[in-house]
């Protein structure tokens, strides 16, 4: 038998990556592996349990450079293609709505991994407009596509995820240092 195994965040969905965040990591390594195997190289667990000790370690050391930190560090992309359509992420983020930024900051509360799908659907929108570098997407309207976002590959979401956290970031820092200065003035 020949097992696909995925060796990039570019090989992995959103729903694998979101089966991933619910194994138990209390479990002891053999079982964590096997499930993170099932999960990842969609089979069944029965089949993993068939492995050898050689297989399952070869295996467990590709899968374990994907929670590699530098594999977590992609790059924004901000056209993407997906189930026949274009998508763009949101233009500009200092011109969120109120709504927008409310849906936000409410999903990412509720958690990153349950919320997934309706955080990706709020930052990225079919494109209405494209000339170049240039587009314009559909305005918000607050509806939740139940894992429609499922099978978009984990690059393109931590690659929007880590660019959104460092503009809050950013902001934040803006946001101090002017509190400081202000504090000065007075």
């Not at 709504?99 to 955080?119: P, S």
């Not at 170049?132 to 305005?139: A, C, H, L, V």
Request: glycine residues 6%.
């Amino acid at each position: 038998m020949e097992l696909i195994v995925p060796d990039s965040l570019a090989d992995i969905t959103v729903k694998q990556y979101r089966d991933l965040s619910n194994i138990d990591l209390a479990q002891d390594t053999t079982e964590w592996m096997t499930q993170s195997i099932s999960i990842l190289c969609n089979i069944d667990a029965e089949i993993v349990a068939k492995l050898t000790i050689n297989e399952l370690d070869r295996i467990g050391k590709v899968i374990n450079k994907l929670t590699d930190s530098d594999q977590n560090n992609q790059e924004l992309q901000k056209k993407i293609e997906y189930k026949g359509k274009r998508y763009g992420f949101h233009p500009n983020l200092s011109k969120l709505t109120v709504g927008e930024f409310a849906d936000l900051e409410t999903y990412c509360n509720g958690g990153y991994f349950d919320n997934l799908n309706e955080i990706i659907g709020i930052l990225y929108r079919p494109i209405v407009n494209e000339g170049g570098e240039f587009y314009t997407i559909e305005d918000y309207d607050a509806v939740v596509l139940d894992n429609y976002w499922d099978d978009l590959k984990m690059d393109v979401v931590l690659g929007a995820t880590n660019f959104f956290l460092s503009i809050a970031e950013t902001l934040t820092t803006d946001l101090v240092n002017y509190s400081k200065a202000g504090q000065e003035q007075t």
